[in-house]
């Protein structure tokens, strides 16, 4: 596996305050998104190579505050926006305006440095009642939304590269979610027997 991957990020102007996001087609990065049944959104990893590349988004988000944007190929698809609203608070408005602006801005090559294993002492110390409540989940048939904290992030990425290494195929978020979230399952479609 690579160390690094080359990914666009684009400056936009919200409110008076810039926001830097980073924009991946989920079909180049063979991660699919999807909202079923009204209260469920689904993160499928083709393999082991697409959950450390998820658990590197999550972690590279968390680090320097950038907005993750995962653009559908079709109708079947969710569009997915990744970010930690205490920092860059934003509405569903706000987010269709990014969409919407993407194409006509210039983007910047940006190296997202790549996790490649999962480091098992995490769970030594391990308290899940930390993580609870520290995402925020929102999606319909077009948009999804996971507005997370840092410990959120952490979470995400340490349950992901778990996921990569380990016979689980996938991990519910339900527990970690605020009461109005829907349930967020992150899958890593080879191991998922």
Same mark, same amino acid.
């Given at each position: 596996?690579?160390?690094?991957?080359?990914?666009?990020?684009?400056?936009?102007?919200?409110?008076?305050?810039?926001?830097?996001?980073?924009?991946?087609?989920?079909?180049?990065?063979? #991660?699919?998104?999807?909202?079923?049944?009204?209260?469920?959104?689904? #993160?499928?990893?083709?393999?082991?190579?697409?959950?450390?590349?998820?658990?590197?988004?999550?972690?590279?988000?968390?680090?320097?505050?950038?907005?993750?944007?995962?653009?559908?190929?079709?109708?079947?698809?969710?569009?997915?926006?990744?970010?930690?609203?205490?920092?860059?608070?934003?509405?569903l408005?706000?987010?269709?305006?990014?969409?919407?602006s993407?194409?006509?801005?210039?983007?910047?090559?940006?190296?997202?440095?790549?996790?490649?294993?999962?480091?098992?002492?995490i769970?030594?110390?391990?308290k899940?009642?930390?993580?609870?409540?520290?995402?925020?989940?929102?999606?319909?048939?077009?948009l999804?939304? #996971?507005?997370?904290?840092?410990?959120?992030?952490?979470?995400?990425?340490?349950?992901?590269?778990?996921?990569?290494?380990?016979?689980?195929?996938?991990?519910?978020?339900?527990?970690?979610?605020?009461?109005?979230?829907?349930?967020? #399952?992150?899958?890593?479609?080879?191991?998922?027997?």
């Amino acid at each position: 596996m690579p160390l690094s991957f080359q990914i666009n990020r684009i400056k936009i102007k919200n409110d008076s305050n810039e926001v830097r996001v980073v924009v991946l087609k989920q079909k180049d990065i063979n #991660i699919i998104i999807r909202e079923e049944l009204g209260h469920i959104l689904l #993160i499928d990893a083709t393999d082991s190579y697409g959950m450390y590349f998820l658990a590197s988004l999550f972690r590279h988000s968390m680090e320097s505050n950038d907005v993750i944007f995962l653009e559908r190929e079709d109708d079947s698809k969710t569009d997915l926006f990744i970010f930690n609203g205490a920092i860059n608070p934003m509405d569903l408005k706000i987010l269709r305006n990014i969409k919407s602006s993407i194409k006509y801005i210039k983007s910047e090559i940006y190296s997202l440095s790549l996790i490649d294993s999962h480091d098992e002492t995490i769970w030594e110390s391990w308290k899940h009642w930390k993580y609870e409540k520290q995402l925020r989940v929102k999606a319909d048939k077009d948009l999804g939304v #996971i507005n997370s904290t840092q410990l959120g992030f952490e979470l995400l990425a340490h349950q992901c590269s778990y996921l990569a290494d380990s016979d689980s195929g996938h991990a519910h978020f339900d527990w970690y979610s605020t009461k109005s979230s829907i349930e967020l #399952i992150i899958r890593n479609i080879a191991r998922n027997n």
